[in-house]
């Protein structure tokens, strides 16, 4: 299913990740490790699958396994729970699901390990879910043709046929990305202990036998790296900042606007000075803005989620008004603790959403096609450095607002700042964020 952030939950993913990168020259790493920026590509994927919400992971593993074991172990550094199923011998990309088949579920998200991409999981979830497929094919415009299985869908995106075209052969572009949901069963067409290839052998015939197949129609970034030249193409689109854009994330209260004991009505919105000219210069650098706060004044029953609406558009507008803008804004209306006669009981609940969990950055991030590792979350409480901290964010603490001396978590964020200027300043200096491992 998909949750009200767009995230995944309860999905396993499998990734192949057994290649050995022969066209790619490399004989003493296995392909999935090859670096994109300063973190295999392998990384890259689980941590993708992690902010959509994706934590239970196979890793078909076969060449120089160790490495890849070695890196990632059981997962739980990188906040995911990684299981191994590797063959004896190479069984090819569906017998490799078949050798895996007691440790899945249910549906599956399949990943092939030497795709880069920067992909909402949680939209494909939710399509292959409404459509009641057997399978769910991403596809896309491929500028390989030759060298990609072609995908021919109707209307109403039902795959009629899969094929590996013939040179000067007439068709449309349209691609199997190597991105695919299945339903548990995809494993009653696939023979045991058979070397079986999933484009060749499994999926032209389950499609002309009218098994229920979907493409999933995106432009979102996901190209293989599989060659030297393609390798090369995926680096510098990664350099150039067009795989994950640049983002900073804001909390609102003490950080954007004034601190005020329960903020529950737009007359009480008011900006810091120097918050509207610190965002706009963020703007005219290229970050992505997007405001995560949390709002419990809704669970308290002082307002109602349209109250919080009018609050940000009067926000918006002071800062409109100032030439400066934020992308979008994300805000938690709920609480955990029950039990007082004035409360809103609807918004009285555990989620996901609330800092110091990371739901909010991860849908901001999965909607604005950003890398959270590449990214700032600036605060002045302790719940957003933890927030920031939970989804691999670097972390500004300000001191203005409660400037952290809430201490309700014990936190140590990358930099102090004296306020938003001063971080903006910092964030801007600082054009290439290290990755965290």
């Not at 941590?47 to 078909?60: A, W």
């Not at 803005?289 to 029953?301: D, G, W």
Request: proline fraction near 3%.
């Amino acid at each position: 299913m998909v949750n009200k952030l767009g995230i995944s939950d309860c999905m396993q993913a499998i990734i192949h990740a057994g290649g050995k990168g022969t066209r790619l020259g490399k004989k003493n790493i296995p392909k999935v490790m090859i670096k994109i920026g300063e973190k295999p590509v392998l990384e890259h994927q689980i941590m993708l699958l992690k902010r959509n919400g994706i934590t239970d992971i196979i890793l078909c593993v076969k060449h120089i396994s160790g490495v890849i074991k070695n890196y990632f172990g059981d997962g739980s550094k990188f906040g995911v729970k990684i299981s191994y199923s590797e063959e004896d011998e190479f069984l090819g990309t569906a017998g490799a699901l078949k050798f895996a088949e007691k440790m899945i579920k249910d549906d599956f998200v399949l990943l092939y390990g030497d795709v880069m991409l920067n992909l909402n999981i949680g939209k494909l979830v939710k399509f292959h879910k409404e459509k009641g497929g057997l399978a769910t094919l991403v596809v896309h415009k491929s500028d390989h043709l030759y060298d990609s299985d072609v995908v021919d869908i109707d209307s109403n995106g039902k795959v009629k046929k899969f094929w590996r075209p013939k040179k000067d052969e007439k068709f449309k572009n349209l691609t199997n990305a190597a991105v695919f949901v299945f339903n548990r069963s995809i494993l009653e067409h696939i023979e045991k202990n058979e070397f079986l290839d999933l484009s060749k052998d499994i999926l032209p015939k389950i499609i002309e036998s009218s098994c229920d197949v979907y493409g999933y129609n995106t432009p979102d970034y996901i190209k293989d790296m599989g060659t030297v030249d393609r390798l090369k193409k995926v680096t510098k689109d990664y350099d150039d900042g067009k795989i994950f854009r640049k983002g900073v994330f804001l909390d609102r209260d003490g950080v954007i606007n004034k601190e005020v004991s329960f903020l529950y009505e737009p007359s009480q919105m008011s900006l810091l000075d120097g918050s509207a000219e610190a965002i706009k210069s963020l703007n005219k650098n290229g970050f992505v803005i997007i405001v995560v706060t949390n709002q419990p004044v809704v669970a308290r029953n002082m307002c109602s989620e349209d109250d919080i609406d009018k609050i940000h558009d009067k926000m918006k507008k002071l800062l409109s008004d100032h030439g400066a803008k934020v992308n979008a804004v994300y805000y938690c209306p709920h609480h955990p603790d029950k039990g007082y006669p004035e409360e809103n009981p609807k918004y009285k609940i555990v989620c996901d959403c609330r800092k110091p969990a990371p739901g909010m950055i991860f849908a901001g991030s999965n909607e604005f096609s950003l890398d959270p590792q590449e990214c700032f979350m600036v605060g002045d409480r302790t719940a957003d450095i933890k927030a920031g901290e939970n989804a691999g964010c670097k972390t500004i603490l300000l001191k203005t607002g409660k400037a952290g001396k809430d201490k309700k978590y014990n936190v140590k964020p990358d930099f102090v700042c004296k306020n938003l200027h001063e971080a903006a300043k910092l964030i801007i200096k600082t054009k290439k964020v290290k990755m965290r491992v």
